[in-house]
C-alpha cells in the first residue's frame, strides 16, 4: 500500500483520492475519473502521459545504512531519525531537481509498520535534509509490500535503489531500475543491470 503525507497526517493514497475527491464536488474519486477529473502530480492510479518520474529509496541510498546489532535497535526512538545523508548522493538529487524541474521526484521508502516511529522519523529526515522535496512526494509503502505496486508509475518510471530485489520487483513491473553502489553492496551478481557510485559528484 502507497502512503502520502497530507496536512492531516499520513494516510493511503487510496483515501487521499476520496478526500480530493469530495472536497472537488465529487461523490467519489471513480465518478471523478468517470466524468474526465484528475488529481495529477502523480496521485491518479494510472499515468496518462508516460512523462519520465524518479524514484529515490531512502535508506542506503539517500542515507547510509547503519548496522543495528538486533532488531530491537530497528525500534528505537531515534534510529531512522538520526541516519547520517550520503552527500554524494542527496546533492545530486538536489542539483537534479533543480536542473530537470519538469521531472517529478520522489522518494519511496519502506517501512516497519509495526514501529512508533519508523515513519515519522523517515518523513523528518526527509524534511531536513531534502526540504525541496514536496511533502506529497514522500511515499511510504510497508516492509514487505512491493514498491513496483505503487500506483502512478509508467514505463518511464526509474527506481535509484540499493537493493537489488526491489530493483528485480521494479523492472519486472515492466519500469526501469538503476542500483545505487554505497560502498557495502555491489558485489553479487543479482543484478545485472545499471549502476551509479554514490561517490559521483552532481558535476
Given at each position: 500500500?502507497?502512503?502520502?503525507?497530507?496536512?492531516?497526517?499520513?494516510?493511503?493514497?487510496?483515501?487521499?483520492?476520496?478526500?480530493?475527491?469530495?472536497?472537488?464536488?465529487?461523490?467519489?474519486?471513480?465518478?471523478?475519473?468517470?466524468?474526465?477529473?484528475?488529481?495529477?502530480?502523480?496521485?491518479?492510479?494510472?499515468?496518462?502521459?508516460?512523462?519520465?518520474?524518479?524514484?529515490?529509496?531512502?535508506?542506503?541510498?539517500?542515507?547510509?545504512?547503519?548496522?543495528?546489532?538486533?532488531?530491537?535497535?530497528?525500534?528505537?526512538?531515534?534510529?531512522?531519525?538520526?541516519?547520517?545523508?550520503?552527500?554524494?548522493?542527496?546533492?545530486?538529487?538536489?542539483?537534479?531537481?533543480?536542473?530537470?524541474?519538469?521531472?517529478?521526484?520522489?522518494?519511496?521508502?519502506?517501512?516497519?509498520?509495526?514501529?512508533?516511529?519508523?515513519?515519522?522519523?523517515?518523513?523528518?529526515?526527509?524534511?531536513?535534509?531534502?526540504?525541496?522535496?514536496?511533502?506529497?512526494?514522500?511515499?511510504?509503502?510497508?516492509?514487505?509490500?512491493?514498491?513496483?505496486?505503487?500506483?502512478?508509475v509508467?514505463?518511464n518510471?526509474f527506481?535509484?535503489?540499493?537493493?537489488?530485489?526491489?530493483?528485480?520487483?521494479?523492472?519486472?513491473?515492466?519500469?526501469?531500475?538503476?542500483?545505487?553502489l554505497?560502498?557495502?553492496?555491489?558485489?553479487g551478481?543479482?543484478?545485472?543491470?545499471?549502476?551509479?557510485?554514490?561517490?559521483?559528484?552532481?558535476?
Amino acid at each position: 500500500m502507497r502512503y502520502v503525507k497530507t496536512n492531516i497526517g499520513t494516510m493511503p493514497v487510496e483515501d487521499y483520492r476520496e478526500i480530493i475527491a469530495m472536497q472537488w464536488g465529487y461523490d467519489s474519486y471513480q465518478q471523478m475519473k468517470r466524468l474526465g477529473g484528475r488529481i495529477g502530480n502523480g496521485f491518479d492510479d494510472s499515468d496518462i502521459d508516460g512523462s519520465p518520474i524518479l524514484y529515490v529509496d531512502l535508506d542506503g541510498t539517500l542515507a547510509e545504512f547503519r548496522y543495528a546489532k538486533t532488531i530491537d535497535t530497528l525500534y528505537e526512538q531515534g534510529y531512522f531519525l538520526n541516519l547520517k545523508p550520503i552527500d554524494g548522493v542527496l546533492n545530486g538529487i538536489k542539483a537534479f531537481m533543480k536542473r530537470y524541474p519538469e521531472i517529478p521526484v520522489y522518494v519511496l521508502s519502506a517501512y516497519l509498520g509495526d514501529s512508533k516511529y519508523a515513519l515519522q522519523e523517515k518523513s523528518m529526515w526527509l524534511d531536513k535534509y531534502l526540504p525541496e522535496l514536496e511533502d506529497e512526494h514522500q511515499l511510504f509503502v510497508k516492509c514487505g509490500e512491493i514498491k513496483a505496486d505503487v500506483p502512478c508509475v509508467n514505463e518511464n518510471a526509474f527506481l535509484l535503489d540499493d537493493h537489488s530485489q526491489n530493483l528485480l520487483d521494479w523492472e519486472k513491473a515492466g519500469f526501469k531500475g538503476i542500483k545505487l553502489l554505497n560502498g557495502i553492496n555491489g558485489e553479487g551478481k543479482k543484478w545485472q543491470g545499471d549502476r551509479i557510485s554514490s561517490s559521483l559528484t552532481p558535476d
